[in-house]
């Protein structure tokens, strides 16, 4: 089963916008992640956060994370053309193995 | 420069054949995954091994066999068994349980003709 779904399912900017993405999960976690895809490619692990973080920077990235909300927010400021791709929240419960994956938001920046 | 290789990028298989995807990874990492994508849908997990000469069934197994003879190496099977087996392959690696980034491969599509 999938637990982390994220919000819109698809998203179009304007270069230079910033870009919001919503991920709601339904268990307690140990830690959330962010991946990007490039259409056709593999992910790319963009940044963690655990469960005792509250938000979270990476460059132009920004992850926020309310447990008591079971969500988290991906912000992407300053938008690049470039950065169009799909992003996916991933959850982990810590000692497990299992990273288990949303469905993605497919964010389009138009030039 | 150290990371994941999944070979090959397109694979075609006939109906009734077993086919073999590769997974080579130079990261030293313990942990590696197995992920099916199907078009717009997240990934889901196939199997996972922890340890050399160990793993563990992941939500989709059916249809699939793994071996992990080896630390660097975790090659996916998809037999004849699996119905549906046209989609995009991932492989994954980590340095430890799932609180630590993954690395992925490129990928593999799988096509059945």
């Known amino acids: 089963s999938q637990q982390g779904e994220e919000d819109p399912q698809a998203l179009s900017i304007q270069e230079g916008e910033n870009a919001t993405m919503n991920c709601s999960y339904k268990?307690?976690?140990?830690?959330l992640q962010w991946y990007r895809q490039n259409s056709g490619r593999g992910l790319v692990h963009l940044i963690l956060?655990?469960?005792?973080?509250r938000e979270k920077h990476s460059g132009r990235l920004r992850v926020t994370l309310d447990t008591s909300k079971k969500s988290s927010s991906l912000l992407i400021t300053a938008s690049r053309a470039a950065d169009t791709a799909s992003y996916f929240c991933?959850?982990?419960?810590?000692?497990?193995?299992?990273?288990?994956f949303g469905k993605g938001t497919l964010l389009t920046v138009n030039p | 420069d150290g990371g994941i290789t999944q070979s090959p990028k397109y694979l075609f298989r006939k109906e009734g054949q077993n086919v073999t995807l590769s997974c080579e990874q130079n990261?030293?990492?313990?942990?590696m995954y197995w992920y099916r994508q199907d078009p717009g849908q997240g990934l889901r997990l196939i199997y996972y091994?922890?340890?050399?000469?160990?793993?563990q069934k992941g939500d989709i197994a059916e249809g699939y066999s793994v071996s992990r003879e080896k630390k660097e190496s975790f090659p996916l099977t998809v037999t004849s068994a699996q119905k549906n087996p046209t989609a995009f392959y991932l492989c994954?690696?980590?340095?430890?349980?799932?609180?630590?980034?993954?690395?992925f491969g490129s990928g593999t599509r799988l096509t059945v003709v």
């Open positions: 994954a690696s980590s340095t430890g349980p799932s609180g630590y980034g993954y690395t």
């Open positions: 268990t307690s976690i140990n830690n």
């Open positions: 956060i655990r469960s005792n973080e």
């Open positions: 991933a959850t982990g419960g810590g000692s497990n193995y299992k990273l288990t």
């Open positions: 990261l030293n990492h313990d942990a």
């Open positions: 091994s922890q340890i050399v000469n160990d793993f």
